[in-house]
């Protein structure tokens, strides 16, 4: 059971327009989310982050929106630029138990930005 | 450097052979993380840790994977008699404590080839 989906494998943008990268999840335990940016033969690099008690969370380009009721995430990329070009994964940890923390992620989208 | 640092950074072997990698976390960090990336797939959870414990040993996908961790720092992640099926991208992450709002932190990981 895939408890965390990037149902888009892949996204084509130009350069200074809005990249939209989405999330769904299915677990509604899942209280706090992460999204990860990850470049060849690297590991995945900590974007952004968003709370269930936030809809909204922005840090310079980059913005996380969540809508609980719909299980659904996305990140805003605006705008965009040829280095954003990489793999985004959206994560969720669990919220307690004895994997309090382990990371659930996405499959990941590929976003190419063109110059 | 600073960040979380894993070696090697590429091992080929035969099957059958047993290997180690070894992850050095981010200093201070209490939690660290051992995931495996097959090609194709998304980042799948194997253990974790809380200073030298391993509260939740279920990820491992099988009895011939093993991991340690010595001190509250360096982790080395064991698997004997190696299969074609291990082949995969083994990543360590650590965050300076347990929880789902701790970003963990990535190292580059180690790219394990079975022939």
């Known amino acids: 059971d895939q408890q965390v989906k990037q149902n888009s494998p892949s996204l084509s943008v130009q350069e200074g327009r809005i990249s939209i990268l989405n999330c769904d999840y299915t677990?509604?335990?899942?209280?706090?989310f992460l999204w990860y940016k990850k470049y060849p033969a690297e590991g995945p690099t900590f974007l952004i982050s968003?709370?269930?008690?936030?809809d909204k969370n922005e840090d310079g380009r980059f913005t996380v929106f969540l809508n609980k009721s719909a299980k659904h995430l996305s990140l805003h990329i605006v705008p965009s630029q040829p280095g954003d070009s990489a793999v985004y994964f959206c994560a969720a940890p669990n919220a307690g138990g004895t994997s309090y923390g382990k990371l659930t992620f996405g499959q990941g989208t590929i976003l190419t930005v063109h110059p | 450097g600073a960040g979380v640092s894993q070696s090697p950074s590429n091992k080929v072997t035969e099957k059958g052979k047993d290997v180690e990698l070894r992850c050095d976390p981010i200093?201070?960090?209490?939690?660290l993380y051992w995931y495996r990336q097959s090609l194709g797939q998304g980042l799948e959870f194997l253990i974790y840790?809380?200073?030298?414990?391993?509260?939740?040993k279920s990820g491992l996908p099988s009895d011939r994977f093993s991991a340690e961790r010595t001190g509250g720092s360096v982790s080395t992640l064991t698997i004997q008699r190696t299969q074609q099926e291990d082949s995969a991208v083994y990543l360590c992450?650590?965050?300076?404590?347990?929880?789902?709002?701790?970003?963990?932190?990535f190292g580059d990981g180690t790219r394990l080839s079975i022939l």
């Open positions: 200093s201070g960090h209490t939690a």
């Open positions: 992450a650590s965050s300076l404590a347990m929880g789902g709002s701790q970003p963990q932190h």
């Open positions: 677990n509604s335990m899942f209280d706090y």
């Open positions: 840790f809380q200073g030298n414990s391993a509260p939740d």
């Open positions: 968003i709370s269930s008690i936030k």
